[in-house]
């Protein structure tokens, strides 16, 4: 039996115009973990996880540091309801 999960974050620092969405993307393929991410106007980024517990839990470690452009000041996370994501996709 799986331990799946959810979890929906904003990410803030320098996060936008750093192909932080795209690696995120290419990241949550890597390992496994479906749903979507995109950019919001004040300058974070949104995105939401579901999958397997570890999984999701090694996704938001490597999303702490990001693209080797970005600069992660801070990841506010909270439990979610799964949205029933097949795929991680970038809005």
């Keep these: 039996m799986s331990d799946q999960s959810a979890s929906h974050l904003i990410i803030h620092g320098r996060?936008?115009?750093?192909?932080?969405?795209d690696w995120t993307v290419s990241t949550a393929q890597?390992?496994?973990?479906?749903?979507?991410?995109?950019?919001l106007p004040d300058g974070t980024v949104e995105a939401h996880l579901e999958g397997e517990r570890d999984a999701i839990e090694a996704m938001i470690g490597r999303m702490q540091d990001g693209p080797p452009a970005a600069k992660?000041?801070?990841?506010?996370?909270?439990?979610?309801?799964?949205?029933g994501c097949e795929h991680f996709r970038r809005r």
Excluded: D, K
């Design 30 to 39: 890597e390992l496994g973990v479906s749903g979507w991410v995109r950019n």
């Design 72 to 83: 992660v000041e801070r990841i506010e996370r909270a439990e979610a309801e799964a949205q």
């Design 15 to 21: 996060v936008q115009g750093v192909f932080y969405r």
